[in-house]
């Protein structure tokens, strides 16, 4: 191959790698102040589930109908609504990860993803403890 060639691949290479660096879909977690800031674009919001206010799902009237509040990292308090059945044993989630949008004053939440307590965190304290 020519020198030309090769200056010509290298080029287009580090172009390509500059292009999918700056508009990739980095993953990073929000507030929900973010999100309100650019309604209808798709967030992760990590938060903690607020146990003063009412939790709504009857799945007599409607499974895929779930409501309920969440703290995010920043201390602001919404309301979400998610179009699922509510998750199993959800209120003993350390934290929540919510993928969705506001809109309005609401998050509408396509996916929930829970942090829960470590069922096996007693057992650990207790092997580390333990003499060999």
């Known amino acids: 191959m020519k020198k030309t060639n090769i200056?010509?691949?290298?080029?287009?290479?580090v172009a390509?790698?500059?292009i999918v660096t700056m508009v990739g879909d980095f993953s990073t977690y929000e507030t929900f102040a973010t999100a309100?800031?650019?309604?209808g674009?798709?967030?992760h919001v990590i938060g903690k589930l607020d146990t003063l206010q009412a939790m709504s799902y009857d799945p007599m009237k409607d499974a895929n109908l779930f409501?309920?509040?969440?703290?995010?990292?920043?201390?602001?308090?919404?309301?979400?609504?998610?179009?699922g059945?509510?998750?199993t044993d959800f209120e003993?989630?350390?934290?929540?990860?919510?993928?969705?949008?506001?809109?309005?004053?609401?998050?509408?939440?396509?996916k929930i993803l829970m942090k829960c307590p470590?069922?096996?965190?007693?057992?650990?304290?207790?092997?580390?403890?333990?003499?060999?």
């Not at 409501?67 to 179009?83: L, N, Q, W």
């Not at 989630?93 to 396509?110: D, I, Q």
């Not at 470590?118 to 060999?132: E, G, N, R």
């Open 16 to 18: 390509i790698g500059v």
């Open 41 to 43: 674009k798709e967030f």
């Open 36 to 39: 309100r800031e650019k309604e």
């Open 67 to 83: 409501s309920f509040y969440v703290h995010d990292k920043a201390g602001e308090t919404r309301r979400v609504i998610f179009y």
């Open 92 to 110: 003993k989630a350390e934290s929540v990860v919510l993928t969705g949008k506001m809109e309005g004053n609401e998050f509408h939440c396509s």
């Open 7 to 13: 200056i010509l691949l290298v080029v287009i290479a």
């Open 118 to 132: 470590s069922k096996y965190k007693d057992d650990q304290v207790a092997m580390s403890t333990k003499q060999l």
């Open 85 to 87: 059945a509510k998750p």
